[in-house]
Each structure stands twice: as C-alpha cells, then as structure tokens.
C-alpha cells in the first residue's frame, strides 16, 4: 500500500490572499443564505404556528367529543337498543305475531325508539352498527328484500361469524330476488369470512344448491362433498349424499 508523504514547502502569499478572499466569499453566501431562511421563517411563523394549534384543537376536540359526548350517546343508544331487540327477540319465537313485533323493532314502540331510530340518531356508536344488522334481518323476515341487502351491506363487525351470518344473509335476500349469480357470491363471500362449523356448513349447502340450480354442477359437487368431508358431523351433511350422486348424472 503507497503512503503519501507531505513534503514542507511554503505557501505563496498570493495563493493564501485567494483562499481569504474565497473563504469569505462563501461565509457572506451562508450569512445571506441564513438571513433569507430567517426572513421566511418569520413571514411564515403565523401560518406555521396556526398549524400547529390547528392540530392540538383537533385532537383535544376529538378527545373531549369521545369523553363528553360520544360515550354518553353509546350507553344512551345501547339503552334503546334493548328495547328494539327485545320485539325482534320476540318476534323470532312468536310466529303468529311475528310481522307485528318486528315492525316495532324497526320503528320503535313503548316510547323507545326501534333498529331506524337508533341508526339515524346514534351515528357513529356501536349500537348504530348493530342496529344495520337487527334492521336488514327484520326487513329480510318481512319479506322486504331490497331493504335487508341495504341494511346489512352497511353492518361492519370484527366478529367473524356475525360478518358471515350478515353476508349470507344478503345471499338469501338476493335468492329470493332470484338474482341467484348474486346470491352464490355472497355465500361463497360468508364462506371466505368464517369457516367454522356453526356457518361454513350452512352456506356451503345453500351455496351448492345454488350452483345446482345455475347448471354449475361441478362447483356444486365440490361444496356437497366439502360439506361431506369436512363438516360430517353437521345436520347439512346428512343431505348431501344424494345431491352429490344426482350432479353427478349431470
């Protein structure tokens, strides 16, 4: 490896008045440079400074709307919402009276509001969000398709079963509509959701009927023997033997 060896030797005055004059050159360049960044910054700092309070006031807002505001509405929504449930409650175990009970669930009775109320004056709280669920399948059992799919198109869970049971329950609407390409998404979208042994059963049965019905009778097969294989203890499971044999003549 070749070291370099500094060798003594003398400046020339002239060469060192150059480096003065260039080394001042460049520090009046990084004075100016500095008094223009100053200048900005102080024309700037009212914008600057508006910002900054601008986002503590939001966050403080947002803090003092949750606290204040937002967690008094959600026990006062989560009260109503009893009530509401409840006609729905009934309404699944009394028949007779069935479409009485769940139009008070959607629209409210006893001086409480009912599943409409609760979405159009608790937004935002999780009462609200259940409330989509109850309302789209008390539409669904009143027969009133249309507004069951827009109810429960607007349900949002974390909950994997409840998300399945709401995508298979827009299914179902859409099968009574007997727009039944859209129905099969659905329940393979609940399918996609939740595979356990509660929900996945239960759609891939309606699911392959579906696809029965449509002439899919390979897609059909693949859920009855899913089902089959899969899910044998299930009651779905004890149906699908002859449906697996009929798609196959198919």
């Known amino acids: 490896m070749a070291t370099y060896k500094k060798k003594g030797f003398k400046r020339k005055t002239k060469d060192l008045d150059k480096n003065k004059s260039t080394t001042a050159e460049v520090f009046d360049t990084l004075d100016q440079s500095a008094s223009s960044t100053e200048k900005i910054v102080a024309s700037y700092q009212n914008y600057i400074i508006g910002a900054v309070l601008t986002i503590v006031f939001i966050v403080l807002g947002y803090l003092g709307y949750s606290s204040l505001i937002l967690e008094p509405k959600s026990e006062e929504a989560n009260n109503e919402l009893f009530t509401a449930q409840n006609f729905f409650s009934q309404a699944l175990i009394d028949s007779e009276n069935s479409d009485s009970l769940f139009s008070l669930s959607l629209n409210g009775g006893e001086g409480k509001y009912g599943f409409l109320d609760i979405i159009e004056n608790y937004?935002?709280?999780?009462?609200?969000?259940?409330?989509?669920?109850?309302?789209?399948?008390?539409?669904?059992?009143?027969?009133?398709?249309?507004?069951?799919?827009?109810?429960?198109?607007?349900?949002?869970?974390?909950?994997?079963?409840?998300?399945?049971?709401?995508?298979?329950?827009?299914?179902?609407?859409?099968?009574?509509?007997?727009?039944?390409?859209?129905?099969?998404?659905?329940?393979e979208s609940a399918l996609s959701v939740s595979d356990n042994n509660f929900t996945a059963p239960r759609f891939l049965l309606k699911a392959a009927n579906v696809a029965s019905i449509l002439e899919k009778f390979d897609l059909a097969t693949k859920y009855y023997t899913r089902i089959k294989e899969d899910f044998p203890k299930s009651n779905e499971a004890n149906l699908v033997d002859i449906q697996i044999q009929k798609n196959s003549l198919k």
Do not use: C, K, P, W
């Not at 009462?127 to 349900?155: P, T």
């Not at 994997?160 to 179902?172: E, K, T």
């Open 123 to 187: 937004d935002g709280t999780n009462a609200s969000n259940l409330a989509y669920y109850s309302a789209g399948m008390a539409y669904y059992n009143l027969n009133d398709y249309e507004n069951a799919i827009q109810h429960l198109n607007n349900f949002e869970s974390d909950d994997v079963i409840l998300s399945s049971l709401a995508l298979g329950g827009i299914g179902d609407s859409f099968a009574e509509l007997e727009q039944l390409d859209d129905a099969l998404d659905y329940y």
